[in-house]
């Protein structure tokens, strides 16, 4: 009896370690989850986002129907390299153990410039199945997008130093332009600015739409002459983005 209750203490010590360490590498908005867990609702930052504190009206209008939002730690200026997709698989995996899902639970990839670049490399390239992408203001081409600013450069470089690679030919791996034949045949929606300063809407957006729609890929696309990078959506704009990611939930 002492022994069992020995293993039970460390069963539950090694529980209790395995959700702190997971809540160190991303905020998880399991709080403000009203009933069941429907969906993983994977939300990528933004070049040089950091540590989250409170959720989003989008974050909480997915919680209240039953989306886990997740906002992974992959790092402010990752790009989605190799090494942020095999974080976010990882991520994925030991949150399905931790809350007891399904392995077959509904996963949501989105985000916003670089965050919305991410979701749409993170679906090709991810080990799991992703149920739909939603996109605002993403990065399609990595390359126009390198001399787009003068900031962009050094970010980029961080990200693939140490890769063997030369930049052409990793332009084309972490580019959504260059690897739409590879995409899985899933709903996307995108939402694009006419006034966007810091990521061309026709250099990338228009371009990604275009080769997609020639794919007969499934695309909702979302043009807004006014707005600029990322925001601020109208009222019924927001409104079509976030019933598109909570109809893929599950039951």
Not at 119 to 141: E, G
């Amino acid at each position: 009896m002492k022994g069992s209750l020995i293993v039970d203490r460390k069963e539950k010590e090694s529980i209790e370690m395995k959700n702190k360490i997971i809540k160190e590498t991303a905020w998880i908005g399991d709080k403000y989850v009203k009933g069941k867990i429907k969906a993983i609702v994977l939300n990528f930052h933004g070049l040089g986002g950091g540590l989250k504190q409170n959720p989003s009206q989008e974050e909480l209008a997915w919680a209240e129907k039953g989306g886990l939002v997740v906002f992974p730690y992959y790092g402010p200026w990752s790009w989605m390299n190799r090494e942020a997709r095999a974080f976010v698989d990882e991520l994925i995996e030991s949150i399905i153990v931790e809350y007891k899902l399904k392995k077959d639970i509904p996963i949501i990839s989105t985000g916003g410039s670089m965050g919305g670049y991410s979701s749409l490399l993170f679906t090709r390239y991810s080990k799991h199945k992703i149920k739909a992408c939603y996109a605002n203001c993403p990065v399609c081409d990595l390359k126009y997008h390198f001399s787009e600013r003068p900031d962009l450069p050094a970010t980029i470089h961080a990200a693939f130093r140490g890769y063997r690679e030369g930049m052409e030919e990793l332009f084309v791996e972490h580019s959504p332009v260059k690897q739409i034949e590879n995409m899985p045949d899933i709903p996307y929606m995108i939402i694009h600015g006419g006034k966007d300063p810091a990521v061309n809407q026709k250099a990338h957006s228009d371009k990604m739409v275009k080769l997609m729609k020639k794919r007969r890929m499934r695309i909702e696309y979302i043009q807004i002459p006014e707005m600029g990078h990322c925001a601020p959506i109208p009222q019924k704009e927001w409104e079509r983005a976030v019933s598109f990611v909570i109809k893929h939930f599950g039951k």
